[in-house]
């Protein structure tokens, strides 16, 4: 009997991984005929199918070759030369830092593995992991593959109307920091229930660690071990409220008498805005990385999700928090080196590292690719990486001025009326969702009313209520028809729960008024500590 059932797994898994590959090899193939129409231009280079890659391949090669060389060999010397590693040669462009030139059939692979490397993060976290290594992925071609993500889609947050903040300005770093606390309760990993975010406000950097509770002594036992790493802010801040700050404080002088740190005035979180939109971004993350990974367990992804964070482009400092914090770009082994993806994978030691470096043509023996690979002296390098981390918290500040005064020119979307047979974007709210869940689902246009409210299918059955055009966003991909939608009607909140990785929502909150001490409280009777959307600023002896 049991042999029969883990036959049966075996088969659903093999069928599903059948399935999942069938799916990528459809979307690679729609991804290539919508990179083929887009305007191309011959000086460009952008999309080049495999035989128009070769032909200027070769057509370069021999332009190099040429003693008395035409106007177009001109051109081709001038902007293109050609790498031979490890027996395959490569199209590379002329200025420094090499850089890849890549046919279209391959471009599809390299932006997906981007893709997944920061997090299933948006266009600019993209452009700038890609353009470490290749010189014709564009913003276009990002924006493609971006629109035919359905977990991107998914986790993608409603532009919120007239929104206007402000962050918090420091020119130091440890000057301020925040921590901020996710609760995880109605998503539990095993005895994990909430998860602790600490940032530093200049340069952005996070640290996550995942708590049993949100006690003054297990958070303030987690800073100390921070700020033995780190050193200790002078301001501590928290959304959390005052009081809450005051106790992991006086905590942590018990643990360590001689610090001495204050308070931050408290803030509403919108104007801060910072932390803010850090959690939703690890939120965001690590649901994408549960999604990709198959798992509930998000304590074991906290320290990838804080990878993937910290070595992201931040809009606000136009540079990852990693290079803020340390001066240099994150490391991830020979992966982010100049060596194309196909060479990298052929490497498993040092010998082969040596033979590829070798066979490097003798006029790029000085490129990237070598400096990367040799010892550098270590008291130059000392130098150069202090001065790189002053110059990039410099900017880093230069930046966060610029971009306060951005948010005061945001204005609002607006929104045009949708086909029937049009796929949407629905948020999903809070309460119906688990933390490490998807914000949105995908859906789509079933009927439109004369009062111009619309019907929404979804892979489950038909939402049970009408929807506004300005409660949900158009799908730029149709990833859902009319045929796959069931005939039954269901709640938002079941087709929530339907699509979540793990429980779903499991959400419960009281508005108790006398201390949350009996069964009467729903959080108590739940096994949950009450959290921030419960009784308003009433006494609570459940936290």
Same mark, same amino acid.
């Given at each position: 009997?049991?042999?029969?059932?883990?036959? #049966?797994?075996?088969?659903?898994?093999?069928?599903?991984?059948?399935?999942?590959?069938?799916?990528?090899?459809?979307?690679?193939?729609?991804?290539?005929?919508?990179?083929?129409?887009?305007?191309?231009?011959?000086?460009?280079?952008?999309?080049?199918?495999?035989?128009?890659?070769?032909?200027?391949?070769?057509?370069?090669?021999?332009?190099?070759?040429?003693?008395?060389?035409?106007?177009?060999?001109?051109?081709?010397?001038?902007?293109?030369?050609?790498?031979?590693? +490890?027996?395959?040669?490569?199209?590379?462009?002329?200025?420094?830092?090499?850089?890849?030139? %890549?046919? #279209?059939?391959?471009?599809?692979?390299?932006?997906?593995?981007?893709? *997944?490397?920061?997090?299933?993060?948006?266009?600019?976290?993209?452009?700038?992991?890609?353009?470490?290594?290749?010189?014709?992925?564009?913003?276009?071609?990002?924006? !493609?593959?971006?629109?035919?993500?359905?977990?991107?889609?998914?986790?993608?947050?409603?532009?919120?109307?007239?929104?206007?903040?402000?962050?918090?300005?420091?020119?130091?770093?440890?000057?301020?920091?925040?921590?901020?606390?996710?609760?995880?309760?109605?998503?539990?990993?095993? $005895?994990?229930?909430?998860?602790?975010?600490?940032?530093?406000?200049?340069?952005?950097? !996070?640290?996550?660690?995942? %708590?049993?509770?949100?006690?003054?002594?297990?958070?303030?036992? $987690?800073?100390?071990?921070?700020?033995?790493?780190?050193?200790?802010?002078?301001?501590?801040?928290?959304?959390?409220?005052?009081?809450?700050?005051?106790?992991?404080?006086?905590?942590?002088? =018990?643990?360590?008498?001689?610090?001495?740190?204050?308070?931050?005035?408290?803030?509403?979180?919108?104007?801060?805005?910072?932390?803010?939109?850090?959690?939703?971004?690890?939120?965001?993350?690590?649901?994408?990385?549960?999604?990709?990974?198959?798992?509930?367990?998000?304590?074991?992804?906290?320290?990838?999700?804080?990878?993937?964070?910290?070595?992201?482009?931040?809009? +606000?400092?136009?540079?990852?928090?990693?290079?803020?914090?340390?001066?240099?770009?994150?490391?991830?082994?020979?992966? *982010?080196?100049?060596?194309?993806?196909?060479?990298?994978?052929?490497?498993?030691?040092?010998?082969? %590292?040596?033979?590829? !470096?070798?066979?490097?043509?003798?006029?790029?023996?000085?490129?990237?690719?070598?400096?990367?690979?040799?010892?550098?002296? &270590?008291?130059?390098?000392?130098?150069?990486?202090?001065?790189? *981390?002053?110059?990039?918290?410099?900017?880093?500040?230069?930046?966060?001025?610029?971009?306060?005064?951005?948010?005061?020119?945001?204005?609002?979307?607006?929104?045009?009326?949708?086909? *029937?047979? #049009?796929?949407?974007?629905?948020?999903?709210?809070?309460?119906?969702?688990?933390?490490?869940?998807?914000?949105?689902?995908?859906?789509?246009?079933?009927?439109?009313?004369?009062? +111009?409210?619309?019907?929404?299918? =979804?892979?489950?059955?038909?939402?049970?209520?009408?929807?506004?055009?300005?409660?949900?966003?158009?799908?730029?991909?149709?990833?859902?028809?009319?045929?796959?939608?069931?005939?039954?009607? !269901?709640?938002?909140?079941?087709? #929530?729960?339907?699509?979540?990785?793990?429980?779903? $929502?499991?959400?419960?909150?009281? &508005?108790?008024?006398?201390?949350?001490?009996?069964?009467?409280?729903?959080?108590?009777?739940? +096994?949950?500590?009450?959290?921030?959307?419960?009784?308003?600023?009433?006494?609570?002896?459940?936290?």
């Amino acid at each position: 009997m049991c042999s029969d059932v883990l036959s #049966a797994q075996t088969l659903a898994m093999s069928d599903k991984m059948e399935c999942e590959n069938l799916s990528r090899k459809s979307w690679k193939l729609r991804f290539l005929e919508e990179l083929l129409t887009l305007e191309r231009k011959e000086s460009h280079y952008n999309v080049m199918k495999r035989d128009e890659y070769d032909k200027l391949l070769a057509e370069t090669e021999e332009a190099k070759a040429a003693i008395k060389k035409t106007p177009l060999q001109y051109r081709r010397v001038k902007r293109f030369d050609v790498f031979e590693i +490890g027996g395959t040669k490569k199209l590379i462009s002329k200025d420094e830092p090499v850089k890849y030139y %890549l046919p #279209a059939e391959e471009i599809y692979d390299v932006i997906e593995s981007a893709h *997944i490397a920061v997090g299933h993060g948006g266009r600019d976290r993209m452009k700038k992991e890609t353009s470490r290594k290749y010189a014709n992925i564009t913003n276009e071609m990002i924006n !493609i593959f971006l629109s035919m993500c359905e977990t991107c889609q998914q986790k993608r947050s409603k532009r919120k109307k007239g929104l206007v903040s402000k962050p918090i300005l420091h020119s130091e770093m440890n000057s301020r920091c925040q921590v901020d606390l996710i609760d995880m309760q109605s998503q539990a990993d095993e $005895q994990f229930k909430f998860i602790m975010v600490y940032q530093d406000h200049l340069t952005k950097f !996070i640290l996550l660690r995942a %708590l049993q509770s949100k006690r003054a002594e297990e958070v303030a036992l $987690q800073l100390t071990d921070i700020f033995l790493t780190f050193g200790a802010p002078c301001i501590l801040h928290s959304d959390n409220g005052r009081e809450f700050v005051n106790s992991v404080i006086e905590e942590l002088f =018990t643990y360590w008498p001689e610090l001495k740190i204050v308070h931050g005035k408290p803030r509403h979180s919108q104007s801060q805005g910072s932390v803010e939109r850090a959690n939703q971004d690890i939120e965001n993350m690590l649901a994408s990385w549960l999604k990709d990974n198959n798992t509930t367990k998000w304590s074991n992804g906290l320290k990838f999700v804080q990878f993937m964070k910290n070595r992201a482009l931040h809009f +606000g400092i136009k540079q990852s928090p990693y290079k803020a914090m340390f001066g240099i770009k994150p490391r991830v082994g020979l992966t *982010i080196s100049s060596l194309p993806s196909d060479m990298i994978t052929n490497i498993h030691d040092e010998n082969d %590292l040596q033979n590829i !470096i070798e066979q490097m043509n003798t006029e790029h023996e000085e490129t990237e690719i070598v400096e990367e690979v040799q010892e550098d002296e &270590a008291e130059a390098m000392l130098t150069t990486i202090s001065s790189n *981390i002053s110059l990039a918290r410099k900017e880093a500040k230069e930046n966060l001025e610029k971009q306060a005064k951005r948010m005061q020119l945001i204005s609002d979307a607006t929104h045009s009326p949708v086909d *029937i047979g #049009a796929n949407i974007i629905i948020p999903i709210p809070d309460v119906d969702r688990g933390k490490a869940d998807l914000r949105n689902l995908i859906g789509i246009v079933l009927e439109r009313n004369e009062d +111009g409210l619309y019907k929404i299918g =979804t892979k489950d059955g038909i939402l049970n209520k009408l929807y506004c055009r300005s409660e949900f966003d158009i799908s730029p991909q149709i990833f859902l028809t009319q045929e796959q939608v069931p005939k039954q009607e !269901i709640s938002l909140r079941t087709a #929530a729960r339907k699509g979540a990785v793990g429980t779903g $929502q499991g959400f419960v909150c009281c &508005a108790c008024t006398k201390n949350c001490t009996s069964k009467r409280c729903f959080c108590m009777k739940k +096994g949950n500590l009450c959290n921030s959307k419960c009784h308003n600023s009433m006494p609570c002896k459940n936290k």
